[in-house]
């Protein structure tokens, strides 16, 4: 294989068994460089690690490797375990943060880990597991770590080596081995620079049917076209109702290929995939976190295929997952940051941007913004596409659960963890007081509510520390008695309410009056965690729990088919599919803590209730 500079320089690094940190443009290449670890690796019977931030990319990574490396590949991400002893392990970063802390002797055979899209680390709610996942990574470990473009990459890698006392060697690259061309529409008129947009006074309303129909007259097809709303993908995509992006011959091609994906996904008789219908034999589709799972994958094969000329998507389209097309369109540069709408950052802009330009197979790739002057500034978009992309910042904010694993090991020196943090290397001494002060108050609470007791973990903090992201509720629950006097089924919905996120506007009816009492009990345990965390200062607050989906996971445990569960709820069936494997996933960390037998086997009974036909994770990959 004849490799770029930036490659190739990787490469020697490794060779030489230095750990490197890689920045380079969405689609530059960075994929090649983990292979060459993979089957190194391989070759001299040692074991790698290849983490990645969602498990939508963790299960395309399976399925990509897989064909390449067969059965040397193996994955775990929470509700999927397969071939889990394999010699290359692909899991989510929280599964291998998790790994660190409870079993850092089941690492002992691997020498490399791989951390795709380290960037993440800047993400508010999650960043901090890779944090953690670096600052307690096994001193025989060798480090690779993929990265879009950020500027501050060398502090990043300064901060590793000052953690880890190892050299940690720098890639950057930053050219694109696919040039990319900007345009703007605004107005309902096409410009290819911003400066001939300032002068334009009509009031034509912007439409995404004339600006599609303009990319295809410029031979720009395929097309992935970025929105930043579920309702609007859809929207988008049945304007094109009236459009034809194929000839007789790709229709007839395009169709069989669904129904032959539909035969292997057991979706020929789902609704949303048979609606679907008319938008595939025009060559167009849309693709959200709202769908069913093995339905975003048949419309990512059919992407791949070259047949699927116009997909309508949402952002997790742009992380990682390999479906680069000709052009790429933003509907907007604007998007919601966890608690209000601001413009994009140049680093997510070029997430998605980078997805134009087929290497080896486009000499260019063309990026598309539309623009309202009565909603952004000319400024603000000349920062966005123009501007030094963002620093990576820490997120650190240790978890309920990695400070009961830290105390079992370190008992009140837990503290001294705190200087190796990425948010120590790079802050300020106030702010380093203020992180410090929010460790010290979180110990405070745990002590508080019963998990620490004469220097040690009690039973309730063993449970604790088991459980990730949810621990404080579930182990009052569970010190309450409240999980042993639950059947299946009230396991079943106690657990979906635990992970359950409501959307806006959406209500809960028709709770049974053992579900409301579960209700009450749950509410007020958390009504009271929530005071005594606001008292110490301590913030975000602890989850609270929601029973949106109650009626529909006890429809589901009691045998009822899919479709008819989703009259029993106002959640986007894949959301439905995506918070019941999540429950599976607490179910099981539930049942990997200090619990009775007889617990243990009624969440066995519980996960092996839920997890069945289409919420079955692992019969996806395994079909696919």
Request: glycine content about 6%; overall charge neutral; charged content about 25%.
């Amino acid at each position: 294989m004849i490799y770029d500079r930036f490659q190739n320089e990787a490469i020697e690094h490794i060779n030489a068994g230095h750990s490197v940190i890689v920045s380079a443009p969405t689609g530059a290449g960075k994929t090649a460089i983990a292979e060459h670890v993979i089957e190194s690796c391989i070759q001299t019977k040692q074991g790698v690690i290849y983490t990645a931030p969602i498990k939508a990319l963790s299960n395309q990574k399976f399925r990509d490797f897989q064909a390449q490396y067969g059965d040397s590949i193996g994955i775990l991400t929470g509700d999927v375990s397969l071939n889990a002893d394999a010699p290359v392990l692909i899991m989510t970063t929280e599964i291998f943060r998790n790994k660190v802390l409870d079993a850092p002797d089941s690492l002992k055979k691997y020498s490399w880990i791989i951390f795709d899209e380290v960037h993440y680390i800047d993400n508010p709610e999650r960043g901090t597991v890779w944090e953690e996942s670096l600052i307690f990574l096994p001193t025989h470990m060798n480090i690779l770590c993929l990265s879009a473009t950020i500027p501050n990459i060398k502090q990043f890698a300064e901060w590793v080596e000052s953690i880890h006392k190892k050299h940690v060697r720098v890639v950057i690259e930053d050219k694109r081995p696919v040039p990319l061309h900007f345009f703007f529409q605004c107005y309902d008129k096409v410009a290819d620079d911003l400066n001939k947009i300032k002068g334009l006074r009509s009031y034509k309303q912007n439409r995404a049917h004339s600006l599609i129909r303009y990319v295809e007259e410029k031979d720009g097809l395929p097309l992935i076209y970025f929105v930043f709303g579920r309702k609007r993908a859809e929207y988008l995509a049945s304007e094109l109702y009236d459009c034809h992006f194929l000839d007789k011959a790709g229709s007839a091609k395009i169709l069989s290929m669904y129904e032959e994906l539909c035969i292997k996904f057991d979706l020929t008789h789902e609704k949303s995939a048979q609606d679907m219908l008319p938008l595939i034999e025009r060559g167009v589709a849309f693709h959200h976190a709202g769908m069913l799972p093995t339905l975003k994958e048949a419309i990512e094969r059919l992407f791949t295929s070259r047949l699927l000329k116009v997909i309508f998507t949402t952002e997790t389209f742009a992380l990682g997952i390999n479906m680069p097309s000709r052009s790429v369109v933003f509907d907007e540069l604007s998007k919601f940051y966890g608690s209000y709408t601001r413009p994009l950052k140049t680093r997510d802009f070029y997430q998605m941007a980078g997805r134009a330009g087929r290497r080896g197979i486009d000499s260019e790739g063309f990026v598309y913004s539309r623009i309202n002057l009565r909603r952004i500034r000319i400024e603000e978009i000349r920062r966005i596409i123009y501007g030094k992309p963002e620093d990576v910042n820490s997120q650190f904010n240790a978890s309920y659960a990695t400070m009961l694993n830290l105390y079992s090991r370190y008992k009140d020196e837990l503290f001294n963890i705190y200087p190796m943090s990425f948010h120590y290397f790079q802050t300020k001494a106030r702010q380093q007081r203020e992180a410090l002060k929010v460790m010290e108050s979180k110990l405070t609470l745990l002590k508080e509510l019963g998990h620490i007791s004469g220097g040690k973990l009690t039973p309730k903090g063993e449970f604790a520390k088991a459980v990730y992201g949810y621990e404080l509720l579930l182990a009052e629950l569970y010190d309450d008695g409240v999980f042993e006097n639950l059947d299946e089924i009230g396991l079943g919905i106690l657990a979906v309410a635990t992970v359950f996120e409501p959307r806006k506007g959406q209500v809960v009816v028709g709770l049974s009056k053992n579900v409301q009492y579960m209700k009450s009990v749950s509410t007020s345990l958390h009504d009271s965690i929530v005071r005594k965390e606001s008292r110490l200062g301590i913030h975000p607050y602890c989850k609270a729990p929601h029973f949106n989906l109650a009626k529909a996971i006890e429809g589901w445990m009691h045998g009822m088919k899919f479709e008819k569960i989703l009259d029993l709820t106002d959640t986007d069936e894949g959301e439905v599919i995506r918070y019941f494997r999540m429950a599976i996933q607490i179910l099981r960390e539930i049942s990997d803590a200090p619990i009775s037998p007889v617990l243990a086997g009624r969440i066995k009974n519980t996960i092996r209730m839920i997890n069945r036909d289409i919420i079955d994770a692992e019969k996806q990959l395994r079909e696919g």
